[in-house]
C-alpha cells in the first residue's frame, strides 16, 4: 500500500530463502530493493510467498553488515583492505599445506551457497589443492536423504515434483512441521483440500505444532519409533494382501542391512552398511515383529491408528504422498527410516506417478543444487564419488588435473571435520556463508576445539555471528542479488538469479574469494574466468559433468529465460517425474526403470527399529527437541536483521507440555534452566503458545545466538550418512526466575 509510486524496475530471483525455492519478483528502485511480490508465473509458488520471502530484501540493509574484511591483530579485529585480506588466507592456506600437508586445509560450505560457489569450492579443493577435506552444512540436514535415496534407488533427489500435490489424495507428513518449514507448498496441501473432495492430510509427529492444528488428523508418536511405526505399515500392508504384486515382482528386490549398532560417537568414515539379498518370505517374518499391537506401547500409537495410517496406503483408489524434512534426516538412523518410508510406496507401487509419490523436502535454498548436485561433501564429485575411478578420471579431464591429484579416499565428514580441528590435524579452515558455532551439535566442544593455540580460520558471511567471533580473518561476502548465480530446490529445479546491486562497500561473491585465493595458491589456470563471464563459463563447465538424459542439465540460455528448469533436462524439455517411461526419456526398460540400479530395480530394505543413544532418566528426565520457526531462517543471523520478523519473534523459548509447566510453576516468560549432560542454558518459557510438546518433552527453536541450545544436543549420527540427530537428547527442566 505504502509502495513509492516512481518507476520501479521487477526483476525475477529465487528465494534467498528455504528449499521450496519460491520464485519472487523484486523491485528495484535507484540501486536498491524495495520492494517482493510472488512471481505469479512460477509453477513452484504461483505468486505467493511466506513472510521471510516477503521481507527477503531487507536483510540486505541490516545495519551492521560486513563491508569491510578485518583481520586478527594482537588478539583484536582490525579492518584491512580485500586485497590484503585475500593476500593472507592464501598464505595462511599455503603455509599449512607446504608445513603439514594438504589434508591439514579444510573448507566448509553450505546448502545456502550458490551452485557455482560450491564448483569452484570443489575444483579447488579436490582439483587443483588435491584433498577431500570439503564438507557442507547440508550433511547437518539432508545427509541421511542421499543415503536413503541411494540405497534403495541408487540416485539421488526426489523422482517427483511439487506438481504431485495436485494429484495427491493423501498426505502423509512423517514428523514435518511443513506449516511453518516449507510455508508455501503447505498452502498448497490446503488450497487443494478446498478445491477437491476427500482430500487428507495426516501430520505424523512427535508434538503438536501449526501444522497438526491444521492437519485432519495428529498422530503423536514417541521419538525414534518412526522406524518401528513404517514397519508396522509395511507389516500390515503384507498381512493384508495390499501388496501390488506386479509392481512389486517386476520393480524391486529384497535385501537386508547389515543390522550394526554405533552412533558415529567416535568414528572415521566407514559407510558401515552391508548389503544382502533376502526373499519376500524372509521379509514378510521379519516384518511380523511390528504387527501394531506389538509396537503400539512402544511408539505410543494406538494400534488402531496404525492400521488406518497402512489403510490409507495400501488403498489401491487412493493416491499417497508422504513428506519429510528433518524428523526423518535428524535421525541416528536416518537413512534407515528413509529406506523404510520408500519400502510402503515400493510394496504399493505408489511411486513415480503424479500424486503417489515418496518426497523428501530440503531446508536450504540450495542444498540439492549445490551439495548434492555439485557434490560439495567429502564423498563426492561433481559426478559421482571420488572412490570410484571412472568419476575421478572425468573429473581429471574437464578439471584438467593429473588423476592422481584427486584422492580417492574421503576424510573428514561435517562432526568429524570439526574434531579434527578440536585434535589440531586440520590447521586451516575456511568457512562460507554458514554458522556452525550456533549449529554444530554439542557445540561447547567443537567450539573450544576451534579456539585453539595453532589453529587458523576464515569466516566469509554477511554480518557477523558467533562463528565470525571465532574468525582470524573475516571476509564480507555479497548477498544473493548482489551476485549472479543459481540455487537447485527441491525439486530438481534450477534457478538463476541476475546480480541486480552492488554489494556494499568491499563485499565480493563468494565464487569470486574463491578464485581470488586459488589465484594467490598458483592455480591461474584453472580459474581463467573474467569476472564478467566467471558465472556462465562455471555453468558451461559444470555442465560437461551432467550430460545425457539421466543427468542432463538445462543451458545457461535456458535458465537466465525461465524461471527454473527441473533436471533431467534433455532435448530441450525438464522431466517431472523420474524412473516411469510415461515421463522420462531416459528409462529404457518396460514399466519402471528405476535406472540408478544396474538391473533397474529398487530395493525394499529391511532395517529393524533401533532404541535412540540417549534416552530420559532420573537425572535427566525430558526429551528435547529442536527446530525452526516460520519467521527465522536457519540461525536467524539475516532475518534478525529485518524488524518485522525479529519483533514477530524477537527471541527463542522453551515449549513445554501444559501439565508439566503447572507441575513445576513455570508460566510463559518465566526463565527456566535446561541442562543435559554437554551444558546448560537459561531461556524464558512458552506454554501453550505456537507449539505444544508431549508430556514429559520440550522443544527448542535454533535461531537464537543468545540461547544456543546446541550447547545441550548430543553429537551422534547415522553411522550410514553421518548426519547428526538434533531432535531427541535428555535434558533437566528446573525453573529459574519468575521474570
Ligand atoms: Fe522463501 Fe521458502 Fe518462504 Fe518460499 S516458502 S518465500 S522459498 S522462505
Known sequence: RNLPSGDIAWKKSPCRFCGVGCGLLIGLQEGKAIAVKGDPQSSVNKGLCCVKGYHSVMALYGKDRLTKPLVRKNGKMVETSMQEALDLVAQKMQEAIDNHGKDSVALYGSGQWTIPDGYVASKLMKGAIGTNNLEANARLCMASAVTGFMSTFGMDEPMGCYDDIDHADVFVLWGNNMAEMHPV??????????????????????????????????????????????????????????????????????????????????????????????SFEDYKTFLQDYK????????????????????????PNLKVMSLWCMGPNQHTRGTWINNLIYNIHLLTGKI????????????????????????????????????????????????????????SKPTYHTVEMFRALDRGDLKFMWIQVTNPMVTMPKLNRYREGALKEGRFVVV?????????????????????????????????????????????????????????????LGYEKLFPWTKENHIE???????????????????????????????????????????????????????????????????????PYEAPPEVPDNEYPFWLNTGRVVEHWHTGSMTRRVSVLHQAVPNSYVELHPDDARRMNIRTGNLVKISSRRGEIVMPASVDERGKPAPGHVFVPFFDEQFLINELTLDAFCPISKQPDYKKCAVKVEKYSSV
Open 352 to 407: 513415480s506417478t503424479p500424486g503417489n509419490s515418496p518426497f523428501s523436502l530440503t531446508g536450504q535454498p540450495s542444498a540439492c543444487g549445490t551439495v548434492r548436485e555439485v557434490g560439495t561433501l567429502t564423498h563426492k564429485l561433481p559426478h559421482g564419488v571420488v572412490m570410484d575411478e571412472h568419476s575421478r578420471e572425468m573429473a581429471a579431464e574437464i578439471w584438467q588435473v593429473p588423476v592422481e591429484k584427486i584422492p
Open 292 to 315: 501394531p499391537e506389538s509396537i503400539q506401547e512402544l511408539s505410543g500409537v494406538s494400534a488402531k491408528d496404525l492400521k488406518y495410517l497402512a489403510s490409507l496406503y495400501g488403498n
Open 185 to 278: 507448498l503447505f498452502s498448497r496441501l490446503l488450497d487443494n483440500r478446498l478445491k477437491r473432495k476427500n482430500v487428507k492430510i495426516i501430520d505424523l509427529a512427535t508434538r503438536t505444532t501449526r501444522t497438526s492444528m491444521a492437519a485432519d488428523r495428529s498422530i503423536l508418536f514417541k521419538p525414534q519409533t518412526d522406524l518401528a511405526i513404517a514397519n508396522a505399515i509395511c507389516c500390515e500392508i503384507v498381512n493384508n494382501d495390499w501388496v501390488n504384486t506386479q509392481f512389486v515382482r517386476k520393480h524391486t528386490h529384497f535385501k537386508k542391512g547389515k543390522t550394526d549398532i554405533g552412533y558415529g560417537l567416535e568414528d572415521g568414515f566407514q559407510f558401515n552398511d552391508k548389503i544382502s539379498d533376502i
Open 537 to 607: 563459463e562455471i555453468w558451461k563447465e559444470y555442465g560437461r559433468f551432467h550430460e545425457g538424459p539421466k543427468h542432463g542439465m538445462a543451458p545457461y540460455e535456458t535458465l537466465k529465460s525461465q524461471p527454473g528448469a527441473q533436471w533431467p533436462f534433455h532435448e530441450g524439455k525438464s522431466t517431472k517425474w523420474r524412473f516411469n517411461p510415461k515421463y522420462d526419456p531416459a528409462c529404457k526398460r518396460e514399466g519402471f526403470d528405476f535406472y540408478g540400479k544396474a538391473d533397474g530395480k529398487a530395493w525394499i530394505l529391511a532395517r
Open 460 to 520: 566469509s558471511d554477511v554480518y557477523p555471528t558467533p562463528t565470525t567471533a571465532i574468525a582470524d580473518v573475516i571476509l564480507p561476502s555479497a548477498m544473493w542479488i548482489e551476485r549472479e548465480g543459481m540455487f537447485g530446490n527441491s525439486e530438481r529445479r534450477t534457478q538463476h538469479f541476475e546480480q541486480m546491486l552492488e554489494p556494499p562497500g568491499e563485499a565480493m561473491s563468494d565464487t569470486w574469494q574463491l578464485i581470488e585465493v586459488a589465484r594467490r
